[in-house]
Antibody
């Protein structure tokens, strides 16, 4: 079964740090770009970061640049999100997601086709 | 940054009815690089459509997507009880990737 399982969420004080993990199984993890997406309580979805298959390319939403680092360990089939200088506005459920790439009429299209169940991060004093 | 605006915010319909959800982009979305997701309460999102009109694996054919440029539409031809949920559009044609604010489809 294709599966993603997040862990590492919890309550942290403003300015603190946290590392989220996402364990992948049931597919060849090293074949796919991966994403982190978050959802603040009662709000919509916000893309956070992407990482290429070999970790050589990383992209972030502006609000987390310089504070969050996405990384992966293909030998461990794991994705990570290192979160530093946390703020109250980072409070959210964090999902990891697999990015699937499909070629349509010669153009690459993407979708996040497998998601974890999410891990909750609460930033509060 | 491409801002996606979804309309309406809430759609109240009965099972069997047709649902039409709109997503407008603040600038043209490169090569129709737009996806649609469904999210039910307490669950992770589910990919429905990519490339504006291609259904993801296992998605019923009552779901269809259309559009290009700045105007996109998700249509559910006949609502089933399990289709009542929140739907998000998302563009991946420009950085950063962005989502719309969502449309809730509720039972009338």
């Amino acid at each position: 079964e294709v599966q993603l399982v997040e862990s590492g969420g919890g309550l942290v004080q403003p300015g603190g740090s946290l590392r989220l993990s996402c364990a992948a199984s049931g597919f060849t993890f090293s074949n796919n770009w991966m994403s982190w997406v978050r959802q603040a309580p009662g709000k919509g979805l916000e893309w956070v970061a992407n990482i290429k298959q070999d970790g050589s390319e990383k992209y972030y939403v502006d609000s987390v640049k310089g504070r969050f680092i996405i990384s992966r360990d293909n030998t461990m089939n794991s994705l990570y999100l290192h979160m530093n200088s946390l703020r109250a506005e980072d409070t959210a459920v964090y999902y990891c997601a697999r990015i699937v790439a499909v070629t349509v009429s010669g153009l690459a299209h993407y979708g996040m086709d497998v998601w974890g169940q999410g891990t909750t991060v609460t930033v509060s004093s | 940054e491409i801002v996606l605006t979804q309309s309406p915010g809430t759609l109240s319909l009965s099972p069997g009815e047709r649902a039409t959800l709109s997503c407008w982009a603040s600038q043209s979305v490169y090569s129709s690089s737009l996806a649609w997701y469904q999210q039910k309460p307490g669950q992770a999102p589910r990919l429905l459509i990519y490339g504006a009109s291609s259904r993801a694996t296992g998605i019923p054919d009552r779901f269809s997507g259309s559009g290009s440029g700045t105007d996109f539409t998700l249509t559910i031809s006949r609502l089933e009880p399990e289709d009542f949920a929140v739907y998000y559009c998302q563009q991946y044609g420009g950085s950063p990737w962005t989502f719309g604010q969502g449309t809730k489809v509720e039972i009338k």
